[in-house]
């Protein structure tokens, strides 16, 4: 029904810059928050950023300042600009979009696939 699909990872150096995209797919009425959240190897999966559809964002403590999450409601789509990135920040990062699929009924949480950040130092 609905497709996320991420792409921008890639190995890049310490104090690098990445730029993640999350383009959102099939039968799609409205798209309400969409985030950013990654899982290190042994680690559990957590927020990175999150967008509503009217803008407002959060992000993590951790990325605070170097990361910017920014959607494109016409084109359903979700960025995350990542800068002076660090080792820690290595992972893998999953898109999320809250998705309503029919005109009444309530959004459905999709997943996509992930694409691998990975740090060096």
């Known amino acids: 029904q609905v497709q996320l699909v991420e792409s921008g990872g890639g190995l890049v150096q310490a104090g690098g810059s990445l730029k993640l995209s999350c383009a959102a797919s099939?039968?799609?009425?409205?798209?309400?928050?969409m985030g950013w959240y990654r899982q290190a190897p042994g680690k559990t999966r957590e927020l990175v950023a999150v967008?509503?559809?009217?803008?407002?964002?959060n992000y993590a403590d951790s990325v605070k300042g170097r990361f910017t999450i920014s959607r494109e409601n016409a084109r359903n789509t979700l960025y995350l600009q990542m800068n002076s990135l660090k080792p820690e920040d290595t992972g893998i990062y999953y898109c999320?979009?809250?998705?309503?699929?029919?005109?009444?009924?309530?959004?459905?949480?999709?997943w996509g696939r992930g694409t691998q950040v990975t740090v060096s130092s």
């Open positions: 999320n979009a809250d998705v309503r699929t029919t005109l009444y009924g309530s959004p459905t949480k999709y």
């Open positions: 099939g039968r799609i009425i409205s798209i309400n928050d």
């Open positions: 967008a509503t559809r009217t803008g407002s964002t």
